[in-house]
């Protein structure tokens, strides 16, 4: 079992900055990939970003790409999620996600193992 516990949410103006963060605890695996997903009001689960443990490599889903980076601290078990030039767009509750089999995809399917959620609400 993997434990993961999400921080770091709250409100923003557009244009603004925020970091989530993620902890993991339990059994956790240099082959897992940790992922963030979001979620918006009436609108299907949509993939952010993931990141190997092992090595490092990033999958950015199209929306985010060159404003969001996503990064790991393998000595605190941790994943983060650093969000720059919100958009009022970007509200949405954030989750991260563990995917055992490590195999670095967008499918909400493919994890296992998810956080409780932190909102993030951006203002225009």
């Known amino acids: 079992q993997v434990q993961l516990v999400e921080s770091g949410g709250g409100l923003v103006q557009a244009g603004g900055s925020l970091r989530l963060s993620c902890a993991a605890s339990g059994r956790t695996y240099s082959t897992y990939v940790m992922g963030w997903f979001r979620q918006a009001p009436g609108k299907e689960r949509e993939f952010v970003a993931a990141q190997r443990w092992s090595d490092g490599s990033t999958y950015y889903g199209d929306p985010v790409k060159g404003r969001f980076t996503i990064s790991r601290d393998n000595a605190k078990a941790a994943v983060y999620l650093q969000m720059n030039r919100l958009k009022p767009e970007d509200t949405a509750v954030y989750s991260c996600?563990?995917?055992?089999?490590?195999?670095?995809?967008?499918?909400?399917?493919?994890?296992?193992?998810w956080g409780q959620g932190n909102q993030v609400t951006v203002s225009s």
């Open positions: 996600a563990a995917d055992p089999a490590g195999s670095l995809t967008q499918s909400y399917l493919d994890y296992d193992y």
